[in-house]
């Protein structure tokens, strides 16, 4: 039982702002002003993916230009960037960076395991496709109430034997499955299919034998 998890491509920006190595301080905060972004892409050559610089990279300069604290008290990394004037001298390197073809959820284990809001989208050499944020992996629950039970009908229970009765509906992206299973081994591979589909909120079991 499966049913077919939408990808990054789907729901990622594609229009994308990104600086190369040489833009300057106070032009990457000028573009995340504009273009209210809290992250750009570093490029290098044809668009290939060498870094990131993020609002917590900029910061270092402006904390340390308030409160100067002594060299022994900061640490090396907002020390370097303190002094950061370039983008190559100011981001985050390697990149974190996801590809296209990635699902939703593999996604948002990235973003939760590197503590990231944003995440560069590339190709299999690196170049720069797009990005996809916390809020577009949401956009996943903005999917209707009846395109989510037409989906889990037509892949979930297309699995389900013919001798079963179940049938679906969803209300505000809850699931339930009510009807006729005697095969009990079911239930629990039923569940993990529903909640793989995209958009489901919870699920609720109503099978009876």
């Given at each position: 039982m499966s049913a077919s998890p939408h990808t990054v491509s789907d729901v990622?920006?594609?229009?994308?702002v990104a600086v190369g190595r040489g833009a300057s301080y106070k032009e990457i905060?000028?573009?995340?002003?504009?273009?209210?972004?809290?992250?750009?892409?570093?490029?290098?050559?044809?668009?290939?993916?060498?870094?990131?610089?993020?609002?917590?990279?900029?910061?270092?300069k402006e904390e340390y230009r308030l409160d100067s604290p002594s060299a022994a008290e900061r640490p090396p990394t907002d020390q370097g960037k303190a002094g950061a004037v370039f983008a190559e001298e100011l981001m985050s390197s390697p990149a974190v960076t996801v590809h296209a073809d990635a699902t939703i959820a593999e996604a948002a284990r990235i973003m939760a395991r590197r503590r990231v809001k944003r995440l560069p989208v590339v190709d299999g050499v690196g170049l720069l496709k797009g990005v996809v944020s916390r809020s577009d992996l949401l956009k996943v629950f903005l999917r209707s109430d009846e395109e989510i039970a037409a989906e889990i009908r037509h892949t979930v229970l297309l699995d389900v034997p013919t001798t079963a009765r179940v049938e679906v509906s969803v209300k505000d992206g809850v699931v339930v499955l009510g009807g006729r299973l005697d095969d009990r081994a079911l239930?629990?591979?039923l569940a993990r299919a529903v909640r793989a589909v995209e958009g489901v909120v919870d699920i609720r079991l109503d099978l009876h034998p």
């Open positions: 990622m920006t594609r229009a994308v905060v000028e573009l995340m002003q504009q273009w209210k972004v809290s992250a750009l892409p570093v490029l290098e050559g044809e668009g290939r993916v060498i870094g990131v610089v993020s609002e917590a990279d900029l910061l270092p239930v629990p591979l």
